[in-house]
């Protein structure tokens, strides 16, 4: 397994008495747009939260690139270029879109202690070329993000993860709430990761969504992997069969 | 690019527009509201100082009347100021005017034992500081609304005060640096001296929202904090340090009213808790967070402090001033919560 990005062994958690996850492993491969479905409490949202830095796994093992790593708050995963879109929206709707892009990570002229002075040119210029790169044609970086449509928010997230140069994309039900000509403009997002190289894990419940984009599957039930398939290998059938 | 209030461009483009003119001024002024949430507040302020210069027979506008106004000012502004920027990073604090008055309150017991000036005015100002940090933590660790965090603290710190003045107000010493703080400059002696650090600090502040990343961070956190919390922003200790920063100022700003009325009485500041919030919401602030601008909390406090002195000079009975403070805030709130549910819809349409 040579090419996996991240290397999930045997991971464990508990929720006060629950047992969330039941030794959990799995492999994210390099450049692979993979399918996580599963039911609610299946145990999706609870891999996916320690992958993120939200919570911590109470045991087993997690390797970024062959290195075993520790992910105790959201920015560690950042930093080891794990990026997640949840299905509320990263986004602050009340802050422009260039202020969006670089929330947590703004470039700064000069700094003490953390803080400093916005670097307001770079993060124009870098937001119009991190936009373009989507494919996503919005008037302005000024543009605020409240007045986006839900599609367009999504974009901008992913935007704003491949600009970050992520290798790992997770995208948490991002097609949820959306109408149907958003929710193609979405998949085909997570199509384009592929090209770009970034490995894209795509939550949902949608099985129709997830073969329309993704590689693989994998499908989750109580807290266990419990089918892990190429897309061409399976059917949405089976994979309903066994949830 | 700017927000343009009015279109002037040719006559066939705005014909053709005129299918979804009313979403997009619409769209306009809920991008104008959201960029400058003080506008409004800014146009009634001009309106409201040529009726009172008009009423009051130009008496309002004169040297005198004006330095009545910016003398104090920089009292009720400098709390504005700090309860506008916890605002938008989404926190409230009812503790203000009791932090204002248990400052100099503070000092003035030191001063009675020896300590000099500046040391006592470092105790004051970090006692403000440990009262902040203890609104947010408390907040923050027991996920409690601040509304309640900072009732209690108001009550708390009103009795501080008196039971550290003994029941007497103690004597100020008579070598306070007043120059620094109280004393007339400018020209024709137009300010005191509080209103250069009002307007020092309102550069300050206003800079460090819009032009620092820390800026950034407070707007995110009070815009939505999930999303500003899964960009990794430590939402708990940018909320402490607004917290922080409103009751050092709070606290300064009692000590600027102290030092002007040259008594540190432990009742100044009742009541001045709900005029920062007052202020802070004309001025565009919204109460959810996210939205607001130290300019705006400035213009409310203005704008307060105007109505105060033009209804006077305009013979109307004084005791419509509370009324007038009090229709302007539920109004200022009526048309933010206008603009928030029309942009919501707008959100839908597009």
Known sequence: MSDAIISVRNLHKWYSGVHALKGVTLDFRRGEALGLVGDNGAGKSTLINILSGVHRADRGEIKVEGREVSIGTPRDAMDLGIETIYQYNSMVPTMSIARNLFIGREPTRFSVLGVGILDQKKMAEESIRAIANVDLHLRSPDALVGELSGGQRQGVAIARAMHFKSKVMILDEPTNHLSVKETNKVIGFVRGLKEQGVTGVFISHNMHHVFDCCDRVVAMARGEVVLDKRIGDTSIDEVHSVL | ?350
């Open chain 2, 1 to 350: 690019m700017e927000p343009r209030l009015f279109d002037w461009r040719p006559m066939p483009l705005v014909i053709l527009e005129i299918s979804n003119y009313r979403s997009l001024s619409l769209k306009r002024l809920f991008k104008t509201y959201l960029e400058k949430p003080e506008l409004a507040g800014l146009i009634l302020l001009v309106l409201l100082v040529i009726l009172f210069q008009v009423r009051s027979h130009g008496v309002f506008l004169n040297a005198d009347n004006l330095r009545g106004i910016l003398g104090i000012l920089p009292e009720a502004g400098l709390v504005a100021i700090g309860v506008t920027i916890l605002m938008i990073s989404g926190e409230f604090d009812l503790s203000v005017g009791s932090v204002f008055a248990l400052m100099p309150m503070t000092m003035a017991v030191l001063m009675v034992h020896g300590w000099p000036f500046p040391l006592a005015l470092l105790a004051g100002l970090l006692v403000c500081a440990a009262i902040g940090f203890i609104n947010g933590y408390v907040t923050i660790r027991f996920a409690i609304p601040s509304f309640i965090t900072t009732l209690g603290m108001l009550f708390m710190a009103r009795s501080l005060t008196v039971v550290v003045s003994g029941g007497f107000p103690p004597l100020l010493p008579a070598d306070l640096p007043n120059w620094l703080f109280t004393s007339f400059v400018g020209p024709g002696n137009m300010f005191r001296m509080s209103f250069l650090w009002f307007a020092a600090v309102a550069v300050l502040t206003s800079l460090m929202l819009s032009r620092t990343n820390f800026g950034n961070w407070i707007k995110a956190t009070g815009g939505f904090l999930p999303a500003a919390a899964s960009m990794g922003i430590p939402t708990a200790r940018v909320k402490i340090v607004c917290f922080m920063l409103c009751s050092v100022l709070s606290g300064f700003a009692g000590m600027l009213q102290v030092l002007r009325l040259g008594s540190p009485l432990p009742s100044i500041g009742e009541g001045l808790e709900l005029q920062a919030v007052a202020a802070a919401v004309i001025g565009g602030a919204s109460l959810t967070g996210g939205i607001g601008t130290v300019m705006g909390g400035i213009i409310g406090t203005t704008l307060i402090r105007v109505i105060d002195n033009g209804l006077v000079l305009s013979h109307v009975d004084a005791n419509w001033f509370k009324f007038a403070i009090g229709f302007l805030t539920i109004f200022a709130v009526v048309a933010n919560a206008w603009m928030r549910k029309r942009a919501k819809a707008i959100k839908m349409e597009g």
